[in-house]
């Protein structure tokens, strides 16, 4: 569109000489070929974002012939400056050609306007070429602006990327984790207990293995970027977990209080995976021990509080199960303060506690 402007307004009789004119050398009647000028120097400007240091050469030869030849003001002359901007994001060695060629030309049209006779001063001269070269900059700060958007962007990106990564990363520890000690302890369970106890521990077995496929089927999934289908282990249900723990034997008793609500969003994933994760611990290092799991519904949290009694000092000390469970722990407590809550795992006398509250 600034295109054609440029050219239809060049030949309107109330626009047609307001425009550039640097030579002030009048008297030659606009024929043909300044026609076909005033066209070279507005037409490139609708392709200059695309190619900016060709239309740069082609509006500067132009205006340059122009000025020379001495044809009548025209507003068409304005596309020099246009194109000078965009051919400011021109970057790298390009860049340094694209103003190499600019600073010789301005020059060499300046010596040729004055030997022809042009009354422009010296200081004329150096006055319109800062204008220039301040358009010309002009574009350069538009493309660094740009540039470092954009580079905010990947980063951001590459930053969203990693998070993801390292959000299934905590997923396949707690998925795996919770299935294979279940796993570990019934098949332990099935060896060396009653033999009629055999057969249940072996289905046990089968579908914590089944269970542990699916969640890794989706969490592989994730990581192509499929999204989350059906099954989706981060929204397990409470009782579902306790009732794999008891099948592994332990005895686990589940306790609600308040007003019990569907677990959903990030809370939901946190308080599920507190839960997971501190029977997963517990199984691993205080088998048999008694367990009990409170989840209290409050108006704008939901505390839970898992304690795991006499054997689990007994069996792990604390520093097992207070630094020694690792990674586990040390996940759910960036997992619990990244909603804004707090999670505590300590020995209390003769029993070992997990404690957190998630603000809902």
Known sequence: MAAVLLVALAFVPATAHQGVDLGELHGRALDGFGVALIVAQGAPVAVARRWPG?????VGVAFCLYQL???PTTVAALGLLVVLVH??????RRLRVVVASAVSTYVALALALSAAGSPVTVTDYAVFGTLLAALFLAGTWVRTRADATDARRRRAEREAVGAERARIARELHDVVTHHVTAIVVQAEAARYGPADRAGAGLETIAEEGRAALADLRVLLGALDG???TLHDPATTDLRSIVDRAVAAGQPV??????????LAGAPGLVVTRVVQESLT???K???GAPTRVL???EADRVAVEVVTEGAVVRAAGPAALGKGAGRGLIGLRERVALVGGELTAEPRGSVFVVSAQVPA
């Open 54 to 58: 060709t239309c740069l050469a082609v």
């Open 285 to 287: 290092h205080a088998p």
């Open 87 to 92: 051919a400011g994001a021109v970057q790298g």
């Open 281 to 283: 611990n517990a199984i």
């Open 69 to 71: 030849l001495g044809y």
């Open 295 to 297: 989840v209290a519904y």
């Open 226 to 228: 499929e999204p989350r």
């Open 253 to 262: 008793e589940l306790v609600e209080r308040g007003d019990a609500r569907p």
